[in-house]
Nanobody, 121 residues
Framework: QVQLVESGGGLVQAGGSLRLSCAAS????????MGWYRQAPGKQRELVAG???????TYAESVKGRFTISRDNAKNMVYLQMNSLKPEDTAVYYC???????????????WGQGTQVTVSS
């Protein structure tokens, strides 16, 4: 079994910063990809940022220049530094990872339980 546990959400004023963390644990052989998604009320879940094992990153246009994704491969963790937060960033943020549990096994997709980020105007 694999678990993803997020932390670091909360309430912040517009222009402020938050740092989200996600820890992967359990039967992990390799983590191919880790990323952050978000879902606001009444909207579809959308990609915020992703990072592959080699370090290449991708960002949603709406967060480029404000958010930074990073990972610690030794600790099986991924982080999302969010600066210059806007009210429209308010959402539940989910950690996502594609993880192989053994040599030669196909990576499976896992999700965390989500952490609320609320940005007040």
């Amino acid at each position: 079994q694999v678990q993803l546990v997020e932390s670091g959400g909360g309430l912040v004023q517009a222009g402020g910063s938050l740092r989200l963390s996600c820890a992967a644990s359990g039967s992990i052989f390799s983590i191919n990809y880790m990323g952050w998604y978000r879902q606001a009320p009444g909207k579809q879940r959308e990609l915020v940022a992703g990072i592959i094992s080699g370090g290449s990153t991708t960002y949603a246009e709406s967060v480029k220049g404000r958010f930074t994704i990073s990972r610690d491969n030794a600790k099986n963790m991924v982080y999302l530094q969010m600066n210059s937060l806007k009210p429209e960033d308010t959402a539940v943020y989910y950690c996502n990872a594609k993880i192989s549990s053994g040599s030669g096994s196909f990576p499976r997709n896992y999700w965390g339980q989500g952490t609320q980020v609320t940005v007040s105007s």
